[in-house]
């Protein structure tokens, strides 16, 4: 799961994939800028390989990188830990 956190106000934006590697997130980036096409975006990423790869952003999306190991300056994942808690241990039909 990819999802972005626009912490002043809390608009947000999440999808669901299948794997975490740079097409993804290509992909989730695309689809973001779909929806804010007028907007420049900052966008907060912690170091995976994922999020490195060269096609990612574009004029409109900026990628801010965060210091190596230091996951908690990243908003997101406060969330995503609490988002665990809920669906620790469930079993979905679809």
């Known amino acids: 799961d ?3 956190v626009e912490s002043k106000i809390g608009d947000s934006f999440f999808d669901e994939f299948s794997y ?3 097409p993804c997130v290509e992909k989730f980036l695309e689809l973001f800028y ?3 096409p ?3 975006l900052i966008i907060q990423l912690d170091n995976r390989g994922d999020h ?3 096609n990612l952003g574009n004029n409109n ?3 801010l990188f965060q210091p190596p190991y230091f996951p908690e300056f990243n908003p997101i994942e406060r969330l995503w830990k609490d988002v ?5 241990n469930r079993v979905f039909n679809s």
């Open 34 to 36: 779909q929806k804010y």
């Open 52 to 54: 490195l790869g060269n």
């Open 2 to 4: 990819f999802g972005v």
């Open 61 to 63: 999306i900026i990628l």
């Open 20 to 22: 975490l590697d740079t």
């Open 84 to 88: 665990k808690k809920i669906w620790k």
């Open 38 to 40: 007028a907007k420049i």
